[in-house]
């Protein structure tokens, strides 16, 4: 249970020993509190279970009916419902938590009692500050995080970018729900077009040049040997060639390979300290090993490989509608989906894991297709544990002909275009102590945010514009309002105390402010569902609206001050709220900007 409040223990107590309803099924939802406690009246009025009636409540359809109602109609009991509405109002008994219960119709509604709400979130916010909203129902279990993972012989596109924002929110989200993560890189770092660039860089490259900037350099001769190649397709049987050379172990071949793989690392590893993202294990197709001649044996013992040309394919077509996949080419070399299959195997010996998720764009749905089938046609008993998290494609950015928009630069110019908005705003300027960091985390921030704004699968088309946007439901928006209610701390002159007077709370904006805190616990116990990043974003935003349309009616400075104390409170707690969805969707939360 993650309550631990001494303000409310003792009712749930009493209460969860005499009933069937536990804290740990309805722990994450703190409005529950309140149905349990009217279910657990009405039960002893009617004689319904507690469950069923648990069950039944909602929200009114008319707000202003109340919090909460039963439509007595859906419980299908013997009797006139209107009657019976009426008799249970009658016997309701109000309470701590459920100040009145009226009806109309056969509905009932309920009033809860708002400081009472407070007083719950209020203390559970302050006492577990950063966790506040996590939960530990998956505690024991472990996943993998399998995203990014970017080619070292092309540039890291749109794709792999997303792919990381995506894979960092998942990341989060597992541990959120009390998964122990391994979050891991699988990089694109074997295959034919490592022969390509080896062939390229021989006739274009230059060490100093993959020196100073292996990445950007290994891109410029990745699109020179492209064009030489359109031009020549005898440079592609050379490539082939070269692989092959690679997958038999000859020295010269590799310790190429070797150098462009250790020093693209080093720079990507920049590149995610920047976003803020840790992972546990560099991983990649070239680090497969037995797994995939395990699997091809495995395959052809159950009769499900086939000879073509000298390949070796399975058929997933006549039955599963999924298309004929090449495991092995005729000279004897694997592919990306030999190498997944392999990797797939050799994981699980590894790590054991309860869940592995691949974090993976929609153009490659049928490869991860091909893939779990193959895993399940295998007969492995963790066949169940895999799972894809697809997105859709941004469009508008090419990397073939040249016109990439790399991560880094993407980085840098949003972070540049950041720092001119904030300097012009000179006396705010002044009192910030690392204008550069704090624009480069608005610059990434923007960029999260504009990718969250939609449902993962919707493809957008990229655009400077929207990576820029300072006004409206962006990125740096969330980061004002976070840094403004930090400004309300600054400027209070005395300590955030939870001993305060919360009826001192009773303004709807107050109110709604605090019913909003409430929901977050059962939101992020609601994202594994789906890992739904806009869900968060609409929640920090609409928590953001509500704050930011408070302060006119709410002041802290000049009010009395125990009224000043309550209201720092709970702009403190929505501080820590928003903060905490923040550093869900990866974000680093600004004190100042
Ligand atoms: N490197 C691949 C690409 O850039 C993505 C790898 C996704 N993961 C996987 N297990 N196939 O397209």
Known sequence: PSVQSPLYRPPLLRFYSSTAITRD???????????????????????????????????PKVAAHGDLAIA??????????????????????????????????????????????????????????????????HKGKRAIVEFSSPNIAKPFHAGHLRSTIIGNFVRNVLQANGWETIAMNYLGDWGKQYGLLAIGFERYGSKEALQADPIHHLYEVYVQVNKAAEQDPAIHDDARAYFKKMEDGDQDALQLWQEFRDMSIVKYKETYTRLNINFDVYSGESQVTYGMQRALESLDEKGLIKESEGARIIDLDEK????????????????????????????????????????IGSQQDQHVKQLFKILHLLDLPYADRFHHINFGLVSGMSTRKGTAVFLQDMLEQTKERM???????????????????????????????????????????????????????????????????????????????????????????????????????????SLPANFEPVN????????????????????????????????????????????????LVGLVPLERM
């Open 25 to 59: 099924r309805y722990g994450d939802n703190m409005f529950d509190i309140f149905k349990l406690e009217i279910a657990r009246g009405l039960s002893a009025i009617s004689g319904v279970d507690q469950d069923t009636l648990f069950n039944a409540l909602d929200a």
């Open 72 to 137: 007595v109609p859906r419980l299908r009991l013997k009797g006139n419902p209107v009657a019976l509405a009426k008799e249970w109002v009658e016997k309701f008994e109000p309470n701590e938590y459920v100040l009145k219960a009226s009806c109309i119709g056969p509905f009932i509604n309920f009033s809860i009692s708002h400081t009472h709400l407070c007083k719950l979130v209020l203390t559970e916010v302050f006492e577990r500050k950063e966790n506040f909203g996590t939960n530990t129902t």
């Open 320 to 359: 599963y509608k999924l298309g004929k996949a090449v495991l092995q080419k005729k000279d004897g070399t694997t592919l990306y989906l030999t190498r997944d299959i392999g990797a797939a195997m050799e994981r699980w010996d590894k790590y054991h894991f309860d869940a592995i998720y691949y974090i």
């Open 419 to 525: 720092h001119e908005v904030m300097r012009a705003n000179e006396e705010k300027y002044a009192q910030i102590d690392d204008p550069e960091h704090v624009a480069d985390i608005i610059g990434m921030s923007a960029i999260t945010v504009q990718d969250m704004a939609a449902r993962r699968i919707r493809n957008y088309d990229f655009d400077w514009q929207r990576m820029f946007s300072f006004e409206g439901d962006t990125g740096p928006y969330l980061q004002y309002a976070h840094a403004r209610l930090f400004s309300v701390e600054r400027n209070a002159e005395m300590p955030v105390e939870l001993d305060v007077d919360l009826s001192l709370l009773q303004e709807p904006a107050a109110q709604q402010i605090v019913e909003h805190i409430a929901k977050y616990p059962a939101l992020v116990a």
């Open 536 to 583: 968060v974003i609409t929640y920090a935003l609409k928590l953001s609206h509500l704050v930011s349309s408070a302060y006119e009616s709410l002041r802290v400075r000049g009010a009395p001050r125990e009224v000043g104390q309550a209201r720092l409170l709970l702009y403190w707690a929505a501080r820590m709220t928003l903060g905490n969805a923040l550093r």
